[in-house]
């Protein structure tokens, strides 16, 4: 007989914030010393009590996200199939804030720069750039620019419009008298004018690998 596939687990993620707080953390001191931390440790890191520490854990524990000896100080083991927020690979770690010219401002606290809550809005979609006519407004041929789906964009937004001939095209939206001027941040383009576009997005975000 061909051996079973295993089953993804029902469920792989806390709850609510507080209990992602708690699992991060606990995987966090585990990783720094070896062992897990006690429930006072989780409640004195998070500003909570020992009891509300407990409440959460037996909720994580009945979720099989977790596993402890409740004999122990020191059992709590995470399930190796938990998904908490900052491992997405869509998380890069945030470690300062920097200025031209200045040192970097160190981050006290773990903070992370998520992606997708930035980016990944119902209805987002990226395109890679080709060619140089937005140049001048930093986005360069190869680089990925996030739209998003909106028919109705305000003056001056960059856009991607399809054009009467089937082609889209990536350009400032203007609305002028009797039409629209579709404008290059380059000044060896022309601008297009047309009565009327078909506008599929508007430019969100620019992403760029160096």
Known sequence: MPASKTKRPKFTKPATPRQSQILTYAR???????FSPTLQELGDHLGISKVT??????????????LRDRHKARSLTLAPYVELPDERPTNLPLVGRIAAGRPI?????????????????KGTFALEVRGDSMIDDQIRDGDYVVVEKRKQPRDGDTVVALLDNGEATLKRLFKERGGYRLQAANSNYKPI???KVNVQGVVVGVIRRY
């Not at 966090?28 to 070896?34: L, M, Q």
């Not at 401002?105 to 809005?121: H, V």
Request: aromatic content about 8%; hydrophobic content about 35%; charged content about 40%.
């Open 105 to 121: 401002d160190a981050i006290e606290d773990r903070e992370t720069l998520d992606l997708e809550r930035i980016f990944a809005r």
């Open 28 to 34: 966090d001191y585990a990783r720094e010393h070896g």
């Open 193 to 195: 004018h047309t009565d």
């Open 53 to 66: 520490v407990y409440e959460h854990l037996t909720a994580l524990e009945e979720r099989g996200l977790v």
